[in-house]
């Protein structure tokens, strides 16, 4: 997506090697605007498929997240980052590890916002060694519902998590594709 390439060349900052700053339209202020036409960009893509939800990771991938959910007219649900186990019978779990901030979390899902026919969106703000998505992935099938798709805004193609879904045989639609980073310094693929 064109656009998101220039808004991120123009307000992105490459800190080092491997994280980029977008907290002036994705991370902290958000660029509605700009969500709305990543929702479309999502919409259109994965309009075919069917999909019945939109899911995505609080917090961020919640505006791109809503966009697409409204333009493909289904609901949208946010998979929550609890600090410990809940234990009753009403929620799936599972223990999610960030590298890149040496934290885990256990992302839940009630019981109550899927079903097994359910063909899912999932939607993330970035894609970096891929451990929130498959913990996404992990709880859908838990319920036998269906990955129908996976978009991403911003993913860092130089760090494993695409290969990940690709070997996997998800259909992973990301909107920036970033080649490299260094201070200074954000190249895209191709
Ligand atoms: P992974 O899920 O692909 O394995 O990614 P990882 O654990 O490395 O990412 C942990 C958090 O850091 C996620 O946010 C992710 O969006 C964010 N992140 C990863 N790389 C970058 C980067 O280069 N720039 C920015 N700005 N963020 C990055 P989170 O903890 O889930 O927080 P939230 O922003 O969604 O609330
Ligand atoms: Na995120
Ligand atoms: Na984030």
Redesign the pocket.
């Known amino acids: 997506m064109k656009e998101l390439q220039e808004k991120i060349l123009k307000e992105g900052t490459a800190i080092n090697e491997?994280?980029?700053?977008?907290d002036g339209f994705l991370?902290h202020q958000v660029d509605p605007f700009l969500m709305q036409r990543i929702g479309e960009e999502f919409a259109d893509y994965f309009k075919n498929r069917g999909i019945t939800k939109v899911f995505t990771?609080?917090?961020?991938?919640i505006a791109p997240a809503v966009m697409a959910a409204i333009k493909l007219d289904v609901p949208m649900v946010i998979l929550k980052k609890q600090q410990s186990k809940i234990l009753n019978g009403e929620v799936y779990q599972t223990k999610v590890t960030?590298?890149?901030?040496g934290t885990s979390y256990e992302l839940t899902l009630s019981k109550k916002y899927i079903d097994k026919d359910d063909k899912i969106l999932l939607i993330?703000?970035?894609?970096?060694?891929?451990?929130?998505?498959q913990g996404g992935i992990r709880l859908i099938e838990e319920a036998g519902a269906t990955v129908s798709g996976i978009g991403i805004v911003i993913e860092?193609s130089f760090q494993p998590?695409r290969k990940k879904l690709d070997d996997r045989g998800f259909d992973v639609y990301s909107l920036a594709r970033i080649s490299r980073l260094a201070k200074g310094v954000i190249e895209f693929v191709e």
């Open positions: 491997t994280v980029l700053k977008v991370n990771i609080e917090s961020s991938g960030s590298f890149t901030k993330d703000d970035f894609l970096a060694n891929g451990e929130a998505a860092k998590g």
